[in-house]
């Protein structure tokens, strides 16, 4: 019997992001027992990035810019049993198939959710404190972030609302309401991009990304965090 699955990728001109994550996708023998649906919500695009994910045999759904936005509709669009969202410029690691599969068999996980553990593009001392620092957070505080991708049954998703309609920590709202203890940690690494922190300091980046939680926390708006986000 063949489980269904939905990869949903959000993304605005990721055509420099778009092949890596895509190709770590279709790369090695597929698991007969899941059947995968790709699809990419795009928020306007200009570039090729709608052309790269029709090449590569993904549904195309066009969604308002922003990952809250994009990500709600591309649950709403998606056809599969279980929901699997990633960022475009996330690489999941080798024998995924398999460890989505081994997930997804388990009928306890169909109200609990699983995360990757993090790693970066980039070599070196700092992106491994920083990585290690976000899979500290996952694991000891329920706090994965969307670069760590998000398992979970469209069934427990849809009766938890989803991710909300916002710019920003749309990621840190559907985990809050998933709960710490309904939280795992799959075997698998999602490799993802540093851009922002070779742009910005392996100090200052970790840093503004805290103060910006904790500004979420005390309740301040989505949209004024998304301004200061970039």
């Not at 899979?135 to 909300?164: E, H, K, T």
């Not at 300091?201 to 949209?223: C, M, Q, V």
């Amino acid at each position: 019997m063949q489980t269904s699955l939905s990869i949903v990728i959000p993304t605005v001109n990721g055509a420099q992001r778009l092949p890596g994550c895509l190709a770590a996708l279709t790369a090695g023998n597929g698991a007969r027992a899941l059947e995968c649906e790709l699809v990419i919500v795009d928020g306007g695009s200009s570039d090729a990035s709608v052309t790269l994910a029709g090449a590569a045999g993904a549904r195309i759904i066009a969604a308002p810019k922003g990952r809250g936005p994009q990500l709600r509709q591309g649950a709403e669009a998606a056809r599969g049993e279980w929901l699997f969202f990633l960022h475009d410029d996330t690489r999941l690691g080798d024998g995924w198939r398999r460890v989505v599969l081994d997930f997804i068999g388990d009928a306890g996980n169909r109200r609990r959710a699983g995360y990757c553990r993090l790693a970066f593009d980039e070599p070196g001392s700092a992106a491994a404190r920083v990585a290690a620092l976000a899979n500290w957070r996952a694991r000891a505080l329920g706090l994965p972030y969307g670069d760590q991708g998000l398992l979970i049954a469209r069934a427990f998703y849809q009766d938890l609302g989803g991710y909300p309609d916002q710019p920003l920590m749309e990621d840190v709202a559907l985990v809050r309401k998933i709960g710490r203890r309904r939280l795992s940690p799959l075997n698998l690494i999602a490799v993802t991009s540093a851009a922002r922190y070779r742009q910005d300091g392996w100090w200052r980046r970790p840093f503004k990304n805290l103060w910006l939680l904790g500004l979420y926390f005390l309740g301040a708006s989505p949209t004024w965090l998304a301004e200061r986000y970039r």
